[in-house]
């Protein structure tokens, strides 16, 4: 009997569409495990930052030289970053790694070191992991693939609402529309659609609608290939 292939849920999208907390429901609900793809880039950078702190004076090798601290720890259904043993998640999320991070994002041989990461944690595990080339580069042949899009003033908006805890303003929405916009612009060569790929656009979908349909469409397919194997097999044994 063919061995069974682990199982990988490509979540793709720009900054802000909702990719990693959809990717962390998605794989509570079909008991997966979330690997964050953009928490590799802040571990790195938060690595750099303890480091130096003058971005300006950063080079490609001494940012991987950094990463090198950083470590990709099995917890419940997903991974903790740590960072010379110490867990760092909240760090991660701070205002100086939020600056930078994009800076190293692009830098090739980071992204290099987090795709290899990130293929790591699949190779025995079923996953769900989010990022912007997961795919394409690092996941070519994933068993679901998604691309998460919305309208730039409602990613703005629901990325505001969880910073702040409150409604924005208008006035905040805007900044922050201007914000994403020009990261989207920083980010177009590393957020391509995937040809095989299922686009869906939550900008009017609450995060419960747009995680049931991820779920579907991995039952669907999962199924379906399940059934494909048990007449494979069944024919090898005739």
């Not at 041989?109 to 394409?136: I, Y």
């Not at 919305?150 to 006035?171: H, I, K, N, Y």
């Not at 609608?209 to 669907?220: G, T």
């Amino acid at each position: 009997m063919t061995p069974p292939r682990r199982i990988v849920v490509a979540i793709d999208g720009p900054a802000a569409s909702g990719k990693s907390s959809t990717a962390q429901w998605v794989a509570q609900r079909l008991s997966y495990r979330h690997v964050d793809s953009g928490a590799l880039y802040r571990a790195a950078t938060a690595a750099q930052l303890r480091c130096n702190p003058t971005e300006d004076s950063w080079s490609e090798a001494e940012v991987c030289e950094s990463a090198r601290r950083v470590r990709l720890v099995p917890r419940g259904l997903a991974f903790s970053l740590q960072i010379d043993g110490e867990i760092v998640d909240e760090e991660l999320r701070g205002i100086e790694v939020t600056r930078h991070v994009s800076r190293v994002a692009a830098m090739p041989k980071v992204r290099a070191w987090v795709n290899e990461r990130v293929r790591e944690a699949a190779r025995d595990h079923d996953v769900v992991v989010d990022g912007r080339d997961m795919g394409t580069a690092v996941f070519p042949d994933a068993t679901v693939k998604v691309f998460l899009v919305a309208d730039p003033w409602e990613r703005a908006r629901r990325r505001l609402v969880q910073q702040f805890g409150r409604s924005p303003t208008d006035e905040e929405i805007a900044e922050e529309t201007g914000r994403l916009v020009q990261r989207d612009a920083r980010d177009a060569t590393q957020t391509v659609q995937a040809k095989d790929a299922i686009l869906i656009d939550t900008t009017f979908l609450t995060q419960e609608e747009q995680v049931e349909r991820i779920v579907a469409l991995v039952r669907a397919v999962t199924q379906r290939d399940d059934s494909t194997s048990a007449v494979d097999d069944k024919s090898e044994s005739s």
